[in-house]
């Protein structure tokens, strides 16, 4: 039973577009993330955010941005992307803040960078 | 920073057969303990979790830790086809993190 709703499934750009993903959840948590998938399966947390709020906010390039307009909503936006931007973005959530909460993923968006 | 490992990197077991599936840690004030399971193109799934040293079994799965030994593991009674997929561990500290290991990717032979 899918709970968190991620658009697109698959998105191909060039260097240097922009692009933004969009993840919605339907459980009710206050809790969202994003993380990134690489080709090696290696999930790697970029951002986390608590009813709107920026909770963890990895090392990631500054052209990427996360934007949450409510604890429902959390969409992904990167400015310029490059080639080694490609991978999976998968987007979570879960009840109550802290690496002890189960995590709900999305299906993913795959993007590929030519 | 937390550094988790998995092995084997890839397993291929047949049908029936218990699989056993590794992981390490290197923060020892490590608290929280996870498996998730990936199938193809699908979404991370929370498999179990533990807190304490020792076992806990779900049905065919079962976690083991040793957190003097940094280690913990899954292990899967009567393998079934529809187990194949990338097996990843997750461990927490204190604070917002949830740190994945490298994946274990698990064929189940009919």
Redesign the interface.
């Known amino acids: 039973e ?1 709970a ?1 709703f991620q658009t697109p499934n698959y998105h191909v750009t060039q260097v240097g577009n922009e692009v933004s993903f969009n993840c919605k959840q339907t459980l009710g948590h206050d809790t969202m993330y994003w993380y990134k998938q690489d080709s ?6 970029m951002f ?1 955010y608590n009813n709107k709020q920026l ?2 906010n990895e090392t990631v390039p500054r052209r990427f941005s996360p934007q949450s307009s409510d604890k429902a909503h959390l969409n992904l936006r990167i400015k310029s992307v490059e080639p080694e931007d490609s991978a999976v973005y ?1 987007c979570a959530s879960s009840q109550g ?4 909460n ?7 968006t795959r993007l590929s960078v030519l | 920073q937390q550094k988790v490992q998995q092995s084997p990197e890839s397993l291929i077991v047949p049908e029936g057969a218990m699989t056993s599936l590794n992981c390490t840690f290197s923060d020892s004030a490590s608290q929280y303990f996870a498996w998730y399971r990936q199938h193809s193109g699908k979404a991370p799934k929370a498999l179990m979790s533990i807190f304490s040293n020792g076992e806990k079994e779900e049905g065919r799965f079962t976690i083991h830790l040793n957190k003097a030994s940094l280690h913990f593991s899954l292990h899967i009674r009567d393998s079934q086809p529809s187990d194949s997929a990338l097996y990843l561990c997750a461990v927490s500290a204190m604070g917002y993190k949830l740190t994945f290991g490298t994946g274990t990717s698990l064929l189940v032979d009919p």
């Open positions: 899918t968190v090696k399966k290696l999930l790697k947390i986390s909770i963890v998968l803040l802290g690496g002890q189960t995590l709900y993923f999305g299906a993913g």
